[in-house]
């Protein structure tokens, strides 16, 4: 085996024997326990694409893709939290050297939590109209505004802020900061939704005022807002990947169920009408898989294709999966609203998974921008 089937193996032990069996109480409202951080810690998962040099496991793209969906297999919450921190640490390790000596030891030994903050109360799809403000102060910079539904915003001792730079205005404006989430001046907040996902962190921060060093600038204006266009493209195909391995999962699932219950005298899984479910959701499945599998290698190798192929896979896998996943909670009956399977909170994730790095409606707006270069759209 490589050494990247080999890591994968080991997180796929990891989500099978350590995370399965106490994640259902992550979405009745509890979170989860840190020596299971520290133990993703120990497979290197807050720094897979950070290089060896710098502590990390030096993979690619598409390792982090595949550990992501070997994750949110059992857990999208769980997932997103941990990439949400490594990609934080990334941002620090490629644009802030002497922060990222600060800050990379608690990053990548599970000790601290990061997040990155661009959506506020009054602007989500919309980014270049945020409205928190950095303004250069002899000492460094002043930064004042609102964040909220952030991943790990609620116990991250870390986040990369987005803001508009001095009196500047629109996205050639934002800069992204390394703001201390501990720091005088953060007050924060848990944000719950009524799908609970209490394994995703979420949460806000108000910055009333807060003083930064002059090294806190690690993306400037005019370099920030192509920044997340860039990163998102990532994002949105690694989401794709979880929503393909939580439907795999759940498929799995019934599965494994309709072979063991019966019902007339046979096991379910021997009336053609119940199984049809299964078989239309495996095929769905195979066509979003394939979709999402050219995108991690368009990302993976730098390839011009990535941010159509990027829209389009998350848009397929979300959809296929929120057309999939009621169905199949219905093939097995009563049993499968049990929170020991992953059904009900899969599909929950999947309202989450719609709306996370891009809503369905800007994406599809973006495939057609990409498509038909010379007509007339809104920008997004
Ligand atoms: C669970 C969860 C985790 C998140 N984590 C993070 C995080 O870590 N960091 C972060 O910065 N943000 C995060 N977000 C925020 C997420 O990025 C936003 O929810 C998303 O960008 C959409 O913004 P919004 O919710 O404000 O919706 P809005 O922008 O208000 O949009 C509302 C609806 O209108 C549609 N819409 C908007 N504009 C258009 C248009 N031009 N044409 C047609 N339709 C349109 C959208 O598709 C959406 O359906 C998270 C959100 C959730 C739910």
Not at 360 to 370: F, G, M
């Given at each position: 085996m490589t050494a990247r089937a080999d890591h994968l193996a080991a997180v796929q032990r990891f989500a099978r024997t350590q995370l399965a069996p106490v994640v259902a109480g992550w979405h009745q409202g509890a979170v989860p326990d840190p020596t299971l951080l520290r133990a993703a810690a120990e497979l290197g998962l807050f720094g897979i694409e950070l290089p060896k040099d710098a502590g990390g496991l030096g993979f690619d793209f598409a390792q982090k893709a595949a550990v992501c969906a070997a994750l949110a297999a059992v857990d999208f919450g769980f997932a997103m939290s941990i990439v949400n921190t490594h990609n934080a640490t990334l941002r620090l390790h490629l644009?802030?050297?002497?922060l990222a000596a600060h800050y990379l030891p608690g990053l990548l030994s599970g000790q601290t939590a990061a997040c990155t903050a661009l959506t506020e109360p009054e602007a989500g799809t919309d980014v270049a109209a945020l409205q928190t403000r950095a303004t250069q102060i002899p000492d460094g910079w002043m930064i004042t505004g609102q964040k909220d539904w952030i991943i790990n915003a609620r116990h991250a001792g870390?986040?990369?802020v987005?803001?508009?730079?001095?009196?500047?205005?629109?996205?050639?404006?934002?800069?992204?900061?390394?703001?201390?989430?501990?720091?005088?001046?953060?007050?924060?907040?848990?944000?719950d939704a009524g799908f609970d996902q209490t394994s995703l962190g979420t949460g806000g921060f108000t910055l009333?005022?807060?003083?930064?060093?002059?090294?806190?600038?690690?993306?400037?204006?005019?370099?920030?807002?192509?920044?997340?266009?860039?990163?998102?493209?990532?994002?949105?195909?690694?989401?794709?990947?979880?929503?393909?391995?939580?439907?795999?999962?759940?498929?799995?699932?019934?599965?494994?169920?309709?072979?063991?219950?019966?019902?007339?005298?046979?096991?379910?899984?021997?009336?053609?009408?119940?199984?049809?479910?299964?078989?239309?959701?495996q095929t769905d499945l195979a066509a979003t898989q394939a979709l999402t599998d050219r995108a991690v290698a368009a990302i993976t190798g730098d390839d011009p294709t990535a941010q159509i192929l990027a829209a389009q896979a998350k848009v397929h896998a979300v959809q296929t999966a929120q057309r999939h996943l009621p169905a199949l909670l219905h093939a097995m009956g009563a049993e499968g609203l049990r929170p020991v399977h992953a059904l009900t909170r899969h599909l929950a994730a999947m309202q989450s998974a719609a709306l996370t790095d891009g809503?369905?409606?800007?994406?599809?707006?973006?495939?057609?921008?990409?498509?038909?270069p010379g007509s007339r759209q809104t920008k997004d």
């Open positions: 644009s802030a050297p002497d870390l986040s990369i987005f803001a508009k730079c001095g009196t500047g205005d629109g996205a050639a404006a934002i800069g992204a900061f390394a703001v201390d989430l501990t720091a005088p001046g953060v007050t924060r907040h848990a944000t009333d005022a807060v003083k930064l060093p002059p090294e806190a600038l690690i993306l400037p204006a005019g370099t920030a807002f192509l920044s997340i266009l860039s990163e998102i493209n990532g994002a949105r195909t690694y989401v794709a990947a979880m929503c393909c391995a939580m439907l795999d999962a759940s498929i799995t699932t019934v599965a494994t169920y309709g072979q063991t219950r019966h019902s007339f005298g046979k096991p379910l899984m021997d009336h053609q009408a119940w199984r049809l479910t299964l078989a239309q959701a809503a369905i409606a800007p994406l599809l707006e973006r495939v057609a921008r990409l498509s038909w």
